[in-house]
């Protein structure tokens, strides 16, 4: 949480500003011919850097480990080399961010998260992530979603941001939620095709592709587990935005006459080395969420969300999803002001709006102003109760409490208990916080899943998390000597 300016509409104003569009395109990789509204492959590569610039601060900015990215880069640019768009200049980023995803923008720009990494377990999975994005690359797909009128689709992204209605809103800011729209399901199965005939071209195992697959659907189930709704896995990381079968990727394998490569390329051992010691989680630079607290030791605060609310952290903003649609989403105010925080709330973040039992309150020593509203919403009635707390001279928090109606008593003392929780840290408070870290551990004679998991510094479903990050069943054999992942504070 690095509390960055957005331009909501960043991706639409960049594209607009390119004046009336219209045409057709060939893309090289398909020899498929699709209207693109007039992108042209220069129109991409200038669009596509000046999104870069945007995007990877909202993802917490570039993971600063020159080995590792080298490493991708270098695996990527093997892959990109094979394609029907060798001469391509390819830019692969690592992204400082937990959430399982990886995403490509136009121009050659591919990025894949610390957080995908983290759950891969070879270079063959790694390489599978990026053939698959270069495929949408090299299919341009981009110029072709443009082409069908996606802007359109897009004004309901500020809404889900505003009230937390999707996941993807919850942990990345709202331009970032732009470029990872889902593709087609057609569009997808053609990056897979494409990303089998690279994957092949340079060595590795196209099945690399399917079996890093299920990884990625176990860990979206864990994450809606986690989120208290099992019933949506697809809502959660990279399945979201890429929606993708085994069977899919099966038919591409065999569409695309993926030959057996003798001898092919895995790189389990060299891959978790490059990762041992690798953060886990959040950034402390960004704030960390520990069960229902989130600590932010580099700007020296805390707060604790109520039992049954799941938090989420981005550059932005920290949003909790709550039971039946309620939420909280705290931020930091762009204006600090120097009047009352009464003033503040009234004429300033809730300008024009006919805010009810405005009053003044203090937080734990700090002034504050509290204030409420209802609303009508895509997701039903809504009651709001905004809280901003001046922190120090220059600068306000705020927290936005989300509720349905029916639910708006029995939240209310839960969270007034959440406003009152926020409070300063001392230094050596903020000192005494430490990160999460990836770990390669070799199993010694004797020990269990269990007794590995319970090493973990995770509130709950210790097991479970073990398991998917080693991508493990339940009765998997450990064997001594094998090389498995912890996480450790």
């Known amino acids: 949480m690095k509390f960055c300016n957005l331009r909501i509409f960043a991706i639409i104003v960049a594209l607009a500003a390119s004046g009336p569009l219209a045409g057709c395109a ?290 932005e903003r920290v949003v909790a999803r709550g039971p039946e649609g309620a939420g909280i989403i705290f931020d930091r105010a762009s204006e600090s002001g120097t009047g009352a925080m009464t003033a503040y709330l009234t004429q300033v973040w809730a300008k024009g709006v006919s805010l009810q039992n405005v009053e003044a309150i203090t937080v734990n020593g700090m002034a504050a102003a509290t204030g409420q509203v209802s609303v009508n919403s895509s997701g039903g009635p809504r009651d709001l109760r905004l809280v901003a707390i001046r922190y120090d001279a220059q600068t306000i928090y705020r927290m936005l409490f989300v509720t349905p109606p029916k639910l708006t008593a029995s939240l209310s003392l839960p969270l007034r208990e959440t406003t009152y929780s926020f409070r300063k840290l001392s230094a050596a408070e903020a000192t005494a916080v430490k990160p999460w870290r990836l770990v390669v551990h070799k199993v010694r004679p004797g020990e269990t899943a269990n007794a590995l998991a319970e090493r973990s510094p995770f509130a709950d479903h210790r097991l479970k998390r073990f398991l998917v990050l080693n991508g493990l069943a339940e009765n998997s054999p450990l064997p001594a000597g094998r090389a498995v992942k912890l996480v450790i504070e």
């Open 26 to 315: 060939t893309a090289p990789a398909t020899g498929r011919t699709f209207f693109t509204g007039g992108m042209s492959a220069e129109d991409e590569a200038r669009l596509g850097l000046q999104e870069h610039q945007k995007i990877v601060p909202q993802f917490g900015g570039v993971y600063e480990n020159a080995e590792l990215s080298a490493y991708i880069a270098s695996i990527g640019n093997l892959l990109a080399r094979t394609s029907e768009i060798p001469d391509q200049k390819f830019t692969f980023t690592v992204l400082d961010s937990p959430i399982v995803n990886a995403f490509a923008l136009p121009g050659g720009y591919v990025y894949v998260t610390r957080g995908l990494l983290a759950l891969a377990g070879s270079e063959a999975e790694v390489a599978g992530v990026l053939a698959h994005e270069i495929g949408h690359v090299a299919a341009r797909h981009a110029a072709e979603r443009y082409g069908q009128n996606v802007a359109a689709n897009i004004a309901g992204v500020g809404l889900g941001v505003l009230l937390g209605s999707k996941a993807i809103s919850d942990t990345f800011s709202a331009a970032s939620a732009v470029a990872l729209r889902s593709f087609s399901r057609d569009q997808e199965y053609e990056a897979d095709f494409l990303g089998v005939r690279y994957l092949t071209r340079a060595g590795f195992d196209a099945n690399a592709m399917a079996g890093f697959l299920s990884q990625l659907q176990a860990d979206s189930r864990l994450e809606a587990e986690l989120a208290g709704q099992p019933g949506s896995a697809d809502e959660f990381n990279i399945m979201q935005t890429h929606p993708r079968t085994a069977d899919r990727i099966q038919r591409a394998i065999a569409e695309a006459g993926a030959v057996s490569v003798q001898n092919p390329i895995v790189g389990r051992d060299v891959f978790l080395d490059k990762i041992d010691g690798m953060l886990y989680g959040d950034n402390p630079d960004q704030g960390l969420i520990r069960d229902r607290r989130f600590v932010h030791p580099a700007l020296r605060f805390a707060f604790t969300v109520p039992e049954g609310f799941r938090l989420g952290n981005s550059s």
